[in-house]
């Protein structure tokens, strides 16, 4: 894939659900790009279809209309099977419920997704390795999902989503079910792969998590209405901020 | 009144939102109903007919007769001359003359039959019954009642008799021999000049006399008696026979009841089916209830209310499956009678009776009520947070599976993991399944049964054998309907199986989409999930159905099919299996995997 | 639809630096209440509780607030010759002093002005036509959001159980506070703007 390429884009994208008066635009028109390396956040109250996006960019849910790319190809087009091995290598999906698997290890649940990508047990399970002592739960690797707090699950899935070496990891509320401890530990997590490259599209209602972005997208109705950046900036302003001046 | 309307919009909307489930159950239950009613109708076949008919035509206590001899010095009346008078004779009929012709039906259908020459007016042995159209009368034949429904020859209809056109002028029963096609050739009658004129010389008329003794009883030693066997000893090319009552009967009832044994094998397999499923449906929805009952605790409702609602929506379910299931029976079970049977009372179709009926309604309550009862006491022990937040078993963790299916290709690690995540649903489907293939290798059993005794069976004029039309060529038919049935109830029973299977494997299948599994990996290893307990299946039901065929009055020796084709029912299941969870995966795979993540 | 993007990535102005810190008096205050300290001493702990933040504490304040204190009679002060280096002051607490801080932490008014200012500047805006209020918003939610990054950031940068992590804890609370105010204040003037 062609370096200045986006890593993911959307064009004209629509999805609506019901039909005549109960006809809703779930997402309604909407155009994004987002280049490599780039955290884009995208806020909203609930029901503003933001989820809807998130899914319709990792090829999760297909569009009424539009056309959506991810690592260069589109994906409105694609047959199952096709979105199933590009989400292999170009996708990592960290969800609201984190959804482990409740009989497998920590470590299992990691090694999952190089399993189905076909890899051998032996690599699955030095990458899965690697991956929780990136994420600082090596000591938790032989532990059941019951066994761990709620920002520990979302942190093992977030190895988990990082298996294959994934293009863009999408974040759908990754801090939703989380107390404000864990929402630290997770927020630490995502500024590090921020700072490591890698491209993120995080989904929150957290202001927390959306200010580490490089870009903040609001939507409201299933149309963005706003769009900052978030580079640049310095704590002048923050020192302002907490009324220590002087 | 206005708890019985909460209690109704509850079970209304539940079952309105889960409508592919709910059919599901009714599917389930249907099956079971529908193998129930057929099971209690089919057991009701079998009044004693031969007795009936027997009285009512003055049945003969013994039949002699004496076959066509081309070129013999002694007219075969006349041998039959001395029987007329001879010790314990009470009183005779006949000897009627025997013309041995082709019957040609409308539709080319070619039988061989006796034609036997008779008086218009009664005799006082052996009347045959009339039971549609009139007795003989010149150019009209009366036709045997077996051989009427075997051939579906109606009064009206026209036959050819060596050529000749005959009207069939009456359909009657007698015991003068077995009904067709328990007894080849099918008689026929017609006036004694008709029948006379039916002889060639290459094929002149034989003979027959009914006899009637002053004690039906020594009827077996009188057939004995040494004079008699002289009859036909003295010339070997005169081929006779002397046939007491006994004998008869036990020609029809050989037909009978291996017709009965057929359609008992049959009742008793399909009450098993039923149970069986029955276990996989309370068994299956177990973690689902537990959950609605944790639910409505959650929400205030009173222990009675909540029992309240899941009965009636169990019930609901249940009757309507149960009504269901009777209509069903009662579309099926004519397929299974025995039409054609030349026996008095033997033409009705097993009538749905009230008892059974109520036996039906009965059971379908039973299991709403047991679906119930489980869950209703689990979700009233176990505390409301747990109910709603850890339905289900926990799945148990398996390490060594879990292991193992890391080195294994994607399918067989989906299958084996998911059969390891819920061993008890696997079990329930083995179970299921091991029904089916036990009904499979039993009809096949049978089948291969009568294929073996058809062929063993004696010709009775050597001139007129004709393999073509056996006496196991109905029951055969029945066999073939009743397998027909029993596998279409199986298949039902097996998808509804991996249906609900596939369901339950929603959330792991869509997660394992999400991690980049592709669809066909998927079916795959939902198939895998279920090939295993179907190949248990098919292991413990070969022998399962020889030992089932065995304990119905079968004898395993003589009827045991080839090695070769038990052995096949190994990969026939497997197919079976696979094709019937192919359907319902790849169905679950179209559900965009985002819809299944996002109700969790 | 488009998005009115190019104003708001300008830098933002100076804030005024007139802002005098009532609380720092306070403080100073009750730092001496256990011994008298020199002013650097002061400055010290001030800078080690602030983290990051103290930054915004220049090192002259200090001294001129202790010399406002002194004037209001709450601190003495004594000059300590240092040899061949400048006197330095020594600080003490006054019987003045003493009640005053024990008043002050007593006290349990919250010192955080409630957002009456921004919403006053929305309303003036509108009536003075010659500013939009969704763009003010827009601008200082903008703002608002680059204090919130850079204080994670500052917090994430602490060691756990650091006491300036604690002060940077409260920041963003705040500021994630004044966020959701300013999305309801959005709704509201955009929905004014639109009808």
Redesign the interface.
Known sequence: MDRDQPALSASGVDKVYGKGDALVHAVDQVELEVARGEAVAIVGPSGCGKSTLLYLLGGLERPSAGTLTLAGQRLDRMPESGLARLRRHSLGFVFQAFHLVDELTAQENVELPALLAGASPRRARKRAQELLEQVGLSDRAGHLPSALSGGQRQRVAIARALANEPLVVLADEPTGNLDSAATTDVLRLFDQLHENGQTLVIVTHDTRIAATADRLITMRDGAFVDETSLTGGSSRTLAAMTGLQG | MGRLLLIYRLVLGDIKRRRVQSALLVLMIVTTTTTLTLGLMLHHVSPDQFARTRLATRGPDVVAEVGPAPGSSRPAAKQLASLLHAPGVAATAGPFPIAFVQLTAAHRISVPVQAEGRDVAPTAVDQPLVTSGHWVRTGQAVIEQGLADSLGLRVGDTIRLRGRAFKVGGIAVTIEQGFYPGTIPGLVWLTHTNAGQLATPAVPLGYILDIKLTNPGAALTFADMPALNALGSATPNEPSMIEPWQGIRTDDYKLISLNQKVLLVGSLLLSLLAIASIAVLVGGRMAEQTRRVGLLKAVGATPSLIAAVLLAENLLLALAAAILGLIGGDLLAPLLSSPGQGLLGSAVAPQLTGSTAVIVVAVAAAVATLATLAPTIRGARTSTVRALNNPAQ?????PGL??VS??LP?PL?LGLRLV??RPRRAVLSAASLMIAVTMVVTAMTVQHDLAATGQRRVPYVGLFISTAVSSAAHANHLLIMLSVILVVLAASSAISTAWAAVIDAQ??TA???????????ISAGLTTAQLLPGLAAACVGIPAGLLLYQLAGGHLNEASPPLLWLLAVIPGTLIAVAAVTAIPARIG??R????V??S? | MPLQNASRNQSQPEPSSGYQLRVVQEVLLALLVREPSYGYQLQAQLQLALGPLAAALNGGHVYVTLNRLEKAGLVVSTRVPQGDRPDRKVYELTTAGDERVREWLADTGWPKPAPAEFHLKLVAAAAAGIADAVGIIDAQRHALLLGLRDAQRAALGEPDGSIAGLLLEGVVLRLQADLRWLESCARYWNAKRGS
């Open positions: 926990a799945p148990r963790r398996r879990i292991a890391a080195a994607v690690l390891a995540r959330t792991s997660l394992a989409r999400a991690l980049g599994a592709t669809p066909r990996q795979a179209r965009s995997v985002a819809e993540l996002r969790e």
